[in-house]
């Protein structure tokens, strides 16, 4: 076997893995893809006769071309958003297929990526390389240009950030979804307390609505005040169909064949501590939504 035959074998034996690491790094299944291709140009332009550790060198790779893209598109932001919502994998609500097994492995729910977006691109990088994936914090080091104990502080950062405002999804999905329909249904009757009595009270709203809707561009918190904006879309639960949004209970809402939004609940301990939705049209017009029909 030569050099290229070995390489070709080593990328697509790790590729499943590459995608997951771009995926938690970009926020966009497609963007992981393309980060992905890149990864394999350089890959096959390298000279690879000294590597010892394949998937080590290999998720380096990757992770460089995701922090370039990252930094490029801080760079190109010429107002941050309050809130952005990455781009969520919709699933059938009967499961996942393995295509998105893969890619979502280690319950990467949506408030997670939410949080991940926050994060300087350093971060980012540091926290999921080495939290998510194991790596080493003194193979991350050069990446970021720091020490590997400045690698572990900007991991540490993003850790505490993480834990105050993502919290893990209950393991149950039938208790999820129960959890979920309650909210629909208490929003379609206007029923504020039935509403109130289903959400943390710390809970978290956030909705993307990109440049074509910046009045659905928001942050609400606390019980009462997203009970409040709930009551206001009620009106749209008959059009919201189940779905699974990056593993877990939600919901894609969809009007005489438009999608309106996507949207993603965190239940942790049978409430809802955060609802992260996507209702930005040029963004829902590149998702796959037929999951949800």
Request: with cysteine.
């Amino acid at each position: 076997m030569d050099e290229r035959e070995w390489l070709t074998e080593r990328f697509e034996e790790h590729r499943s893995r590459l995608r997951a690491v771009a995926y938690r790094m970009l926020g966009s299944v497609s963007e992981a893809d393309d980060a992905v291709q890149e990864a394999w140009l350089r890959v096959s332009r390298a000279d690879a006769g000294g590597v010892e550790n394949p998937a080590g060198w290999l998720t380096t790779v990757v992770a460089r071309v995701c922090l370039n893209m990252l930094r490029s598109r801080g760079s190109r932001r010429e107002e941050p958003f309050d809130v952005r919502v990455p781009d969520p994998v919709i699933s059938p609500d009967s499961g996942l297929d393995p295509e998105h097994e893969a890619v979502l492995a280690d319950s990467v729910g949506l408030a997670l990526l939410v949080v991940l977006e926050t994060l300087t691109p350093a971060e980012r990088l540091s926290f999921v390389l080495h939290d998510m994936f194991a790596v080493p914090f003194e193979e991350i080091a050069p990446m970021v240009d720091r020490s590997p104990a400045a690698a572990r502080q900007l991991a540490s950062r993003a850790r505490r950030r993480v834990r105050g405002q993502a919290p893990a999804p209950d393991a149950d999905l039938a208790r999820q979804r129960r959890v979920v329909d309650a909210f629909f249904a208490a929003a379609r009757d206007g029923d504020f307390d039935a509403l109130v009595a289903v959400l943390h009270p710390d809970v978290v709203l956030r909705s993307d609505g990109g440049s074509a809707r910046p009045r659905h561009t928001v942050v609400v918190t606390g019980a009462r005040a997203v009970a409040g904006q709930a009551i206001t879309f009620g009106r749209l639960s008959p059009f919201a169909r189940p779905a699974l949004v990056n593993g877990t209970a939600g919901v894609v809402v969809v009007a005489n064949g438009r999608p309106l939004s996507v949207m993603g609940f965190t239940v942790t301990d049978g409430r809802i501590v955060a609802i992260d939705v996507l209702a930005d049209p040029d963004r829902l017009a590149t998702l796959d939504l037929t999951v949800a029909d």
